[in-house]
């Protein structure tokens, strides 16, 4: 085995220099803690990574680095607790802006961020390895046979393996997923009660395509909602926010969304497309998940700005992941976190793009009516995102973006599993299709787990999916 296996990884993902020296160690400290072995690694530099990501581009090479600075901010919450440090966690669906103004009233005294979603993402999209915490999950009570939620699943087998502290506290938004809060309980319950966690609710009773964010009475209903919280738990960190917090989060998630806007046009406008759709939907991801590592949005924003520009240089010199003319295809969300999915695609003559949830709207991109009300504002931005909308008004956004952006189909399912959104997608997939034309596709697999399926089960699926997009669009 190489021994400077680990200083591969960190040249691969965009370190260098006096910074790489300095992390180098870190790193192999929270490779130890998440059960990386050298041999993981080197399959991740020497196959994985390069196969499945555009590393071409120096800007997705800083995107997975960045990523791996949230990965050795995880392995170090027990030591950020001995340390006499706050620990905040969160689970999706949410918004990081609430997170982000915590961690900014409270500085280098507070961790925050969502280990189970970060650690699957990142074990299974960089190193294919979140199936051992799986594993255990399903050991000590996530029944397998019932198909719960992997990000659940890691969360208990995170805290129960003593990879992660518990927290200070865990806030828990149960605006969706039922049993993300249930998940806290069950934690609780089985394994210690320090897990210490609040709940914040949003009844989903508005009628089909009622425009959530347009209904003041709603958005100030969870705006109270999410302020009392925010009170409790800041409370519990012994952490002093002010609205100036909260207008520095709301600028900085405003930002970074804009900038999305801009990368999201450039990548599904161009023909050839130049970058793949996992790489697009990873820094997609962090407008709903609050980075520890910097300010703000940290190292993924930095990585963004180098992305876009080498996206104008990419498509201006007509360069691409496919030959000029290949099928468009969206999604509801791109597997970020199984990039083989993506790759095989490619491999088809299939281009993926845009992830519907994740790729910003008009609306979401016009500044809030609430300026002077920081916590309306963050209610109405909320309430502006797909997971946040009745399914009539997310059908309406998605409709607006598959005619903006006009892809040649939309791939939808990997969430059969999720009792929400498992049937939601078959719904909205029939909706968008009547109303754009463009054909919807359905698969049946799971987002973040493939320990039920392989590249040999899925290719003759995809191989029909891309066929038939082919040749729609020869006839075209």
Known sequence: MDKDINRKLLELTGFEGEELEKILPEWRAAAEVVGLTDEDVA??????????????????????????????????????????????????????????????????????????????????????????HLYEAEERGFTYGCRHCPLNKMRLSA??????????????????CDEGPKTDEMIQC?????????????????????????????????????????????????????????????????????????????????????????????????IGVPCNAGEGYGYMEEALDITIAEMKEAIKNGEGVLPKGAPKLGSYFVPFCLPWIDRMFRENGVATT????????????????????????????????????????????????????????????????????????KMVAKIVEEATGVPHFYMESDFWDDRDYNEESLR???ESIAQIMKLKKEMS
Request: with cysteine.
């Open 43 to 132: 399959h991740a530099v020497n196959e994985y990574i390069p196969l499945n990501w555009n590393v071409q581009y120096l800007g997705v090479r800083k995107m997975l680095g960045a990523y791996l600075r949230e990965l050795i901010e995880i392995a170090k919450t027990k030591q950020y607790k001995a340390e006499g440090k706050k620990v905040l966690y969160g689970i999706l669906p949410a918004i990081a802006t609430n997170y982000m103004a915590i961690k900014h009233a409270a500085g280098d005294n507070l961790y925050v961020g969502f280990p189970d979603l970060m650690l699957v993402t990142i074990l299974n999209g960089i190193f294919h390895k979140a199936a051992p």
């Open 159 to 176: 805290y129960a393996s003593g990879m992660i502290a518990a927290p200070d506290v865990i806030w828990s938004w149960g605006f969706n």
């Open 190 to 286: 089985l394994i210690g009660d320090d897990w210490n966690y609040i709940i914040s609710r949003l009844p989903h009773d508005t009628v089909f395509g009622h425009k959530d964010d347009d209904d003041e009475e709603r958005v100030r209903y969870l705006a109270d909602v999410i302020k009392h919280d925010m009170e409790k738990i800041c409370e519990k960190l012994e952490v002093k926010f002010t609205d100036e917090d909260m207008k520095y989060a709301i600028n900085a998630s405003n930002r970074y969304i804009f900038k999305l806007g801009q990368l999201v046009g450039l990548v599904c406008t161009a023909d050839p497309v130049p970058l793949g759709g996992n790489a697009l939907t990873m820094f997609q991801q962090i």
């Open 354 to 425: 845009f992830s519907q949830t994740l790729t910003p709207s008009k609306k979401q991109m016009t500044p809030s009516k609430y300026k002077d009300d920081v916590h309306m504002a963050t209610a109405e931005q909320w309430l502006k995102m797909p997971l946040g909308q009745n399914m009539g008004y997310e059908a309406e956004t998605m409709i607006e973006k598959v005619n903006t952006l006009k892809p040649d189909g939309m791939i939808m399912g990997f969430f059969d599993f999720d009792r929400w959104l498992g049937s939601h997608h």
């Open 460 to 462: 003759t699926r995809i």
